[in-house]
C-alpha cells in the first residue's frame, strides 16, 4: 500500500491517500487539545497509545458484531482504515454522571444513572459541537432514519463491549464518544476510541484514567495514558 499526499489534518490526527481510492491512512498525533482547541497541548507518546489501542479495541468491536473502519495497522502510529464520509454527530453513551452532563444538570459527578443515556452532539467546531436529537438531525438532513437507527444500535453494542472489555481491565466505563462514517451505503463505526475519547475510572480507587488529567491539568497525563495502554495490552 504507496502512502500518497495528506487529505486532512485533524486536532489528533492526520490521514493521507493510498493509492486505493476506497482506503486512506490515519496517522495519531501526540497533540492534545481541549474546550474546542482553546487548551492545547502535547501528551507525550499519545499518538502510540490511541492508535494500538483503538486498533485492539476495533477487533473486539468487529468479533461482536460492529462493522469499523479498521483495515490494518501499519506502524506504532499509522493504520490503514476504510475511507469513509464521516457522519458529522458525535455519538455520546454515558453509564456514570459526568463532564458535561453533570455540568448541565447539576449532578455531581460519579452518580450512577438509572439507565443507560445516549446523546448527540453536532459535529461542527465553529458552533461549538452544540447538543442535537433525532429530530434535529433528521430535520437538518444529518442523517436518514435507517442510519439514525442502526447508529443508536450500534453505539449500545459498542457500550455493552466496551464495559466489559475495560472492567475486565479495573477500569470503569464513565462514558465515551464514537463517529460513524459511511462506507459503500453502510454505516460502520470510524475514528478512535482511546484514553482522548473514554472516560475511565480505576474501579478500585475510582482514579480518573484518561484526558480528563490533561483537560482538568490533574498531573500524570503521559504515565496515566502508559498505565492504560498497559492494562488494555494484557
Ligand atoms: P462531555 O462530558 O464533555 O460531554 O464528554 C463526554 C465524553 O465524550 C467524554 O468521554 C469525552 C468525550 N469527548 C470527546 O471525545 N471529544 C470531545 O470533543 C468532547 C467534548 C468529549
Redesign the pocket.
Known amino acids: 500500500m504507496e502512502k500518497r499526499e495528506q487529505l486532512y489534518e485533524g486536532k489528533a490526527k492526520k490521514v493521507y491517500k493510498t493509492d486505493d481510492p476506497g482506503l486512506v491512512i490515519v496517522s495519531y498525533k501526540d497533540d492534545a487539545t481541549a474546550f474546542n482547541g482553546q487548551k492545547k497541548g502535547q501528551i507525550a507518546g499519545k499518538g502510540v497509545v490511541n492508535n494500538t489501542m483503538s486498533n485492539i479495541i476495533f477487533q473486539m468491536l468487529e468479533q461482536r458484531g460492529v462493522p469499523t473502519h479498521y483495515v490494518q495497522q501499519l506502524n506504532e502510529r499509522e493504520t490503514l482504515v476504510k475511507a469513509v464520509k464521516i457522519l458529522p454527530l458525535?455519538v455520546?453513551i454515558r453509564n456514570v454522571a459526568?463532564?458535561?452532563?453533570s455540568k448541565r444538570y447539576g449532578v455531581e459527578e460519579g452518580r450512577p444513572l438509572a439507565r443507560t443515556v445516549l446523546e448527540f452532539s453536532y459535529k461542527n467546531d465553529e458552533l461549538g459541537?452544540p447538543l442535537i436529537n433525532d429530530d434535529h438531525i433528521l430535520a437538518l438532513e444529518l442523517a436518514t432514519e435507517e442510519q439514525l437507527r442502526q447508529v443508536k444500535d450500534y453505539a449500545y453494542a459498542v457500550n455493552e463491549g466496551l464495559k466489559g472489555f475495560f472492567l475486565e481491565r479495573g477500569l470503569k466505563l464513565?462514558?465515551?464518544?464514537i463517529e460513524f462514517g459511511l462506507w459503500d451505503g453502510k454505516v460502520i463505526l470510524a475514528d478512535e476510541i482511546s484514553p482522548?475519547?473514554?472516560?475511565l475510572w480505576d474501579v478500585n480507587t475510582n482514579e480518573k484514567m484518561?484526558?480528563d488529567r490533561f483537560r482538568r491539568d490533574l498531573g500524570k497525563v503521559e504515565e496515566t495514558y502508559q498505565e492504560v495502554f498497559q492494562r488494555v495490552q494484557s
Not at 459526568?98 to 452532563?101: E, K, M, N, V
Open positions: 458525535e455520546i459526568a463532564g458535561s452532563f459541537d464513565v462514558d465515551f464518544k482522548d475519547t473514554c472516560r484518561d484526558k
